[in-house]
């Protein structure tokens, strides 16, 4: 039962294009969104949220786009750039009614070509 | 370096032995939450713990798995007799406070764990 579910494994980008990364969910109680980036031999940093009661947040080159009705996320990296080459993952959380634990996508690669 | 510190990186146990997984949190933080990455899998919460207290263990399995994070000391994620299916990477987070929305969980590098 996959809850947040990221459908690309991979993606590749030339660099200086934008880079859309894509999420679904599946749980209506979800109402915090991360998006978290993993290097490898890494743990996942934090990048940015966002939170129900907004449709869009942004943060220098990233911006989290959230679509309550259609249960989707995504993240916008532009301009795309060599390190952003990683696995990024987004994750969810029931905050305000349980604040339950974050329940990560599988992952989506991406890779950014000089 | 102030971030949560996992050790050891790699651990190599045979089948029955037991592993024993530490996590430092970072600074100041007092929630530590484990998690499990498989092979092309995504992380699965294991557990969430505060000083001395386990708070939510609904990812844990029922057997072999236990936690602690006593009120010295690391945080630490214990598997007894320890299977070819436990091979995974373990992720421990900390975080400030139990309030998500301002703050997010900070991870640390991992404990890659093989059994043979």
């Known amino acids: 039962d996959q809850q947040v579910k990221q459908n690309s494994p991979s993606l590749s980008v030339q660099e200086g294009r934008i880079s859309i990364l894509n999420c679904d969910y599946t749980?209506?109680?979800?109402?915090?969104f991360l998006w978290y980036k993993k290097y490898p031999a890494e743990g996942p940093t934090f990048l940015i949220s966002i939170s129900s009661i907004k449709d869009k947040n942004e943060d220098g080159r990233f911006t989290v786009f959230l679509n309550k009705s259609a249960k989707h996320l995504s993240l916008h990296i532009v301009p795309s750039q060599p390190g952003d080459s990683a696995v990024y993952f987004c994750a969810a959380s029931d905050f305000i009614s349980g604040n339950t634990p974050l329940v990560f996508g599988k992952g989506t690669r991406l890779s950014v070509i000089a | 370096n102030a971030g949560v510190m996992q050790n050891p990186r790699h651990l190599v146990r045979r089948r029955g032995q037991e592993a024993r997984l530490r996590c430092s949190p970072m600074?100041?933080?007092?929630?530590v939450y484990w998690y499990r990455q498989l092979p092309e899998e995504g992380l699965k919460f294991m557990v969430y713990?505060?000083?001395?207290?386990?708070?939510?263990e609904s990812g844990m399995p029922k057997e072999r798995f236990s936690a602690e994070f006593p009120k010295e000391g690391p945080s630490i994620l214990r598997i007894q007799q320890v299977v070819r299916g436990d091979s995974a990477a373990y992720f421990c987070?900390?975080?400030?406070?139990?309030?998500?929305?301002?703050?997010?969980?900070?991870f640390g590098n991992g404990t890659r764990l093989t059994v043979t």
């Open positions: 749980n209506s109680m979800f109402d915090y």
């Open positions: 987070a900390s975080s400030l406070t139990s309030d998500r929305g301002n703050s997010p969980l900070h």
């Open positions: 600074k100041g933080h007092s929630h």
């Open positions: 713990l505060q000083k001395e207290n386990i708070i939510d």
